[in-house]
């Protein structure tokens, strides 16, 4: 861990780890839902949706990523127990129990608004305090907006057909 990382955040670094770790447990589990969404898709443009799913599980894995990194270099420890996720999580699990495009679109369209919400308040939590984790989570939150207007697109398509 390099000292200064942590050293020139002004804010309170563990609190900043738990928000980070919360959001870290969030990104496993929609990689989950995206990436057995996808496996299991049936009915109206499934191509199309199954491609978005797969693309979105992968973004979702690299947001993970992200976190991952930035607590180690605030010097915390990422969330080493998959159990932990259900507990930590902003916005929990919605298992694909329906294999139907519109349900699974539904679905990962409520998950991306909640992080939409979870990334936003991170930004308002930041602050001008700690510049290197606000533009990460911004960049997150970017992408996250994107992910949401991809799926909305595909079931406004879906349902005007
Ligand atoms: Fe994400
Ligand atoms: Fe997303
Ligand atoms: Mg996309």
């Keep these: 861990m390099g000292e200064s990382a942590k050293n020139i955040v002004e804010l309170d670094v563990n609190e900043l780890i738990k928000k ?7 990104e496993w589990l929609a990689y989950y839902q995206y990436w057995v969404g996808a496996k299991l898709a049936k009915g109206p443009m499934r191509q199309a949706v199954v491609s978005e799913l797969v693309e979105h599980a992968n973004e979702e894995l690299k947001h993970a990523e992200m976190l ?7 010097g915390g420890t ?13 916005c929990g699990y919605d298992a694909p129990m329906d294999p139907k495009t519109v349900k699974l679109l539904e679905q990962n369209i409520k998950g991306e608004r909640c992080a939409i919400a979870v990334y ?24 996250e907006i994107e992910h949401e207007e991809d799926l909305q697109s595909i079931l406004e398509d879906i349902q005007t057909k």
């Design 20 to 26: 980070l770790n919360k959001a870290l447990a969030d």
């Design 68 to 74: 991952a990194d930035r607590i180690i270099q605030l």
């Design 78 to 90: 990422p969330i080493v127990e998959p159990k932990a996720w259900y507990n930590e999580t902003n």
């Design 120 to 143: 936003n308040a991170l930004l308002k939590f930041i602050g001008g305090k700690d510049p290197v984790t606000y533009e990460m989570v911004l960049s997150i939150l970017k992408d």
